[in-house]
């Protein structure tokens, strides 16, 4: 997905009448506009955009079934420095297109339900939800490459901790040991 040649995606579909027509959009959602999203990341640049395709069909049940490809850059907060790392979150999923609980309920284990209203869904928050989804929980740079490496090695050999050395304890039996030696 080349970002440069992609217009902003839009907003607001019916995605019923997508699915009917066996559609693909391809477009950028401006990072900027998904609030939720932003207090969840550290930051990206100004003019950074999410990647979306998706593809509206109807499966051989006749569901409506959207499916898509994300991608993302941003910085998030690696959990052992607490410096900024960039990373480009990606995600591939599928949902079901539903008016209500009671349709969510019959969907298969492998759709995820999409609540729609009748004739117009919210592309932005759909995908702001699966970008929310695909944050991992505890964000680390790969080891050679955090700052905090050198304070890891201090714990850490080969990638194995380390038991810091309890102080030898003496045996209290030692003492009956010694006397049993004596006596013979």
């Not at 477009?27 to 900027?32: A, D, E, K, Q």
């Amino acid at each position: 997905m080349s970002k440069a040649s992609l217009a902003e995606l839009p907003k607001s579909v019916d995605p019923y009448r997508l699915a009917e027509q066996n559609s693909t959009l391809e477009g950028i959602i401006p990072l900027g506009a998904l609030s939720r999203f932003q207090d969840a990341v550290l930051g990206f640049d100004e003019e950074a955009a999410c990647s979306v395709k998706l593809s509206f069909y109807m499966d051989a049940e006749r569901r409506r079934i959207v499916s898509g490809e994300l991608e993302a850059p941003v910085s998030l907060e690696c959990q052992r420095c607490m410096g900024a790392m960039p990373v480009a979150l990606t995600s591939r999923f599928s949902l079901g297109l539903v008016t209500s609980d009671e349709q969510a309920q019959q969907l298969p284990r492998d759709l995820e339900p999409f609540l729609t209203d009748d004739f117009s869904a919210d592309l932005w928050s759909m995908v702001e939800d699966e970008l929310l989804l695909v944050l991992p929980p505890f964000p680390l740079h790969d080891r050679n490459e955090c700052p905090a490496a050198e304070d890891l090695e201090a714990f850490e050999s080969d990638g194995l901790e380390v038991e810091p050395e309890a102080p030898k304890k003496e045996n209290p039996f030692s003492v009956l040991a010694e006397l049993k030696k004596t006596k013979h």
